[in-house]
């Protein structure tokens, strides 16, 4: 076997390289998607085709993602090892382009959530003309149990944790067509994990209805959920064509979100 040897012009271009990325990852995150990659590359003074190397790796290695067209944050891979950063924060800078689209597109008010504390938490908010009386806002929270994206995000737990969440119930009745049994909520939520899918039909306010699913990561792991809402009597397409654009916003967000260094 013919022995390696060291040689330091590789290694001064792996430093060089090294460098040229770390530059690259700084300015990303000190422009924070103010600015488009020819501009970022300008400042840096590196080539076109360098930054798109550069980056290309930066997201494999979830350091960076796309938070809009031509522009680039955080991604959720350094978030972890920041105190600095947030990954809701991330995740919902992430988000608000497609979510505006998916409004243009349905015509309602959809919405991004996660699970804190055994709560709705709703990171995003895009609201319809159509829907503007929809109670909800931005970092306020609903119970899981009888909301859509609850629903979804329980779903979505390992077996102990939704049995630990269940044990909670009997649960409160908002309205008239909540769920309130924890057998009945858990074969929901059963439903649901088959499904891809879940309906809140009224259950957390009267009138309103919600269609949700699950944002994953590429690797499958649902860190969101995503929904469209809709009050009784909006016009809106049919459920089937819903859950296709719901499905499709929720793969474009879900694309961007790397779990960390692959």
């Known amino acids: ?27 990303i995150i000190a422009d924070a998607g103010a600015s488009g990659l020819g ?8 080539s ?18 796309r938070i809009r067209r031509g522009r680039y944050g955080p991604g959720l891979g350094l978030v972890t090892l920041s105190d600095g950063l947030t990954p809701h924060g991330q995740l919902a800078e992430a988000a608000r382009e497609p979510l505006q689209r998916l409004v ?13 504390n055994d709560m709705v938490t709703y990171l995003v908010k895009s609201p319809s003309r159509r829907s503007a009386q929809i109670f ?14 609850g629903k ?32 009945v909520i858990g074969a929901e939520l059963d439903r ?20 949700a699913v699950p944002v994953r990561t590429p690797s499958g792991v649902v860190l969101a959920a ?3 809402s809709m009050m009784a009597g909006d016009p809106s397409p049919r459920d089937e064509s819903l859950l296709a654009l719901l499905r499709e916003t929720a793969a474009e967000i879900g694309d961007k979100l790397i779990d960390g260094p692959q």
């Open 192 to 211: 649901t994990l088959a499904n891809g899918f879940a309906a809140d039909e009224g259950e957390i306010a009267e009138g309103l209805r919600c269609l």
């Open 104 to 116: 243009e597109r349905c015509r309602l008010t959809a919405h991004l959530g996660v699970l804190q």
């Open 152 to 183: 979804v995000l329980l779903a979505a737990l390992p077996a102990a944790d939704r049995a630990t969440y269940l044990a909670g119930g009997p649960f409160v009745a908002l309205t008239a067509n909540t769920l309130t049994d924890p057998q």
């Open 136 to 149: 909800t806002e931005e970092q306020g929270q609903l119970e899981a149990y009888c909301s859509g994206i």
């Open 39 to 46: 501009e970022l590359g300008d400042r840096l003074g590196l």
């Open 226 to 228: 995503l929904s469209v």
């Open 48 to 65: 076109r085709t360098t930054v798109h190397r550069l980056l290309a790796e930066l997201q494999r290695q979830g350091l960076v993602m």
């Open 1 to 27: 076997m013919m022995k390696q040897t060291f040689d330091p012009a590789d290694a001064a271009d792996g430093a060089a390289a090294l460098a040229k990325g770390l530059g690259l990852l700084r300015e």
